[in-house]
């Protein structure tokens, strides 16, 4: 579906809003059980809608913030991720694709430096925690961390079933996988590259070796 009703961040502002009107609630069922003045009273639970009110208010602008700064949030929308070039950015990026048959013979090989990432210090962190040992490098007096990642892909989620048994492909990213608070469990691509299309069949060996450089500011 993908009326409104049943967007994830529907049901994220749905959920905080029961969360508080539940509180809201208990408050004033304990004052009403209470023996104050009646004007105190009053007043109390006026101040508790205030607040109630204020509450509500600031958990839909929270829910919606990372979608009002394109330029800053994870997502350029509820269905996008926001990708941006690495050129001119802290990060350099390489990305060398092989592709082996299943005797180990090598079909083809293919590079590219196109490569996008999210603006975002997910991104930061994916290459703190995720892609191994780094070093220090120096190029044109300026200096680097340097990564280097390699990672085998699963062939039967690259070939489409209804792709098989070949299909060309010409992207590849890096995923980060976890719980993201307007849009549940979902996978970003922190980095992804573009290269030129590759014809894979299912029992080929597909690995993509990364090299990312991020500036020591």
Request: charged share 20%.
């Amino acid at each position: 579906m993908s009326s409104e009703k049943c967007s994830p961040h529907t049901e994220q502002v749905d959920m905080m809003i029961l969360f508080y009107t539940c509180i809201f609630e208990f408050f004033v069922n304990l004052l009403s059980r209470l023996e104050f003045h009646g004007d105190v009273k009053k007043f109390t639970i006026v101040l508790l809608s205030a607040i109630f009110i204020t509450l509500i208010t600031g958990s839909a602008q929270y829910v919606t913030a990372d979608h009002l700064e394109p330029s800053e949030g994870i997502f350029k929308d509820e269905n996008s991720v926001n990708l941006v070039s690495t050129k001119d950015s802290k990060y350099q990026v390489h990305l060398q694709v092989e592709v082996r048959n299943a005797q180990g013979q090598l079909i083809s090989i293919s590079e590219t430096s196109h490569v996008n990432h999210i603006p975002h210090k997910i991104t930061d962190n994916t290459f703190n925690t995720m892609l191994g040992k780094k070093e220090i490098i120096t190029i044109d007096s300026m200096k680097y961390e340097k990564v280097q990642y390699a990672d085998t892909l699963d062939i039967e989620q690259l070939l489409p079933p209804a792709n098989r048994p070949s299909h060309f492909i010409g992207y590849w990213v890096i995923s980060l996988c976890q719980v993201f608070d307007t849009h549940g469990y979902t996978c970003v691509s922190t980095f992804a590259a573009n290269s030129s299309f590759m014809s894979l069949v299912e029992d080929d060996i597909v690995k993509n070796y990364w090299t990312i450089l991020r500036i020591i500011s």
